[in-house]
Each structure stands twice: as structure tokens, then as C-alpha cells.
């Protein structure tokens, strides 16, 4: 059971696959638009149920509660050799080294 105030995941599906604009490339119309946020619930809920969340710039939302305290799972990706010098080497070569 989650409380109310903590900070949750939400998911919900917008567009069902096919209901999307005809001008959107066929890929795309094959699978739904989604939506997931996160934000601090309104209610107490339990995982997989349908909730409201506010959002950090003040929204409110609706959808199926899927994570609590979720996490940032991004990166940059690992970094590319070459260019991990490049900042050191432009400076050298604008100092006229």
C-alpha cells in the first residue's frame, strides 16, 4: 500500500493502436500512445490500481499506479573514446600548441 503523498509512476494509454492521426507513418499507428508520469499520489492505492498523482508542475493526472519511488534509469551511454580528448585538444590548439 502506497500513501497518500508518495512519489509513484503512473500509465495509461492514450491513443489505441490505429486510433492515431492517418499522417503518422504506419510503425506508429501499429502500436498505442502511452503516457507515464510521475508525481506524488492523491489517495492511498495499491500497485496496478487506478489513481491521481500531482505532478511536480502541478497537474493532475490519472492512470494505473505501476511504481513506487521510481527511479532514473537514463544515460548518456558510454563514452566514445574519441571525443573524450577533443575538449583538451581544441583548447591546446587555440593557445597555439
Request: charged residues 25%; positive net charge; without cysteine.
Amino acid at each position: 500500500m502506497a500513501k497518500k503523498g508518495s512519489w509513484v509512476e503512473i500509465h495509461r494509454v492514450i491513443l489505441k493502436a490505429g486510433e492515431r492521426a492517418p499522417q503518422v507513418p504506419e510503425e506508429t499507428q501499429a502500436v498505442p500512445l502511452e503516457l507515464k508520469a510521475r508525481g506524488f499520489l492523491l489517495s492511498d492505492a495499491l500497485l496496478n490500481e487506478q489513481v491521481e498523482i500531482r505532478t511536480l508542475s502541478g497537474r493532475v493526472l490519472s492512470g494505473r499506479f505501476i511504481k513506487q519511488n521510481p527511479g532514473y534509469s537514463h544515460s548518456f551511454g558510454r563514452p566514445i573514446a574519441s571525443l573524450i580528448t577533443i575538449g583538451t585538444e581544441l583548447k591546446a590548439l587555440l593557445k597555439g600548441g
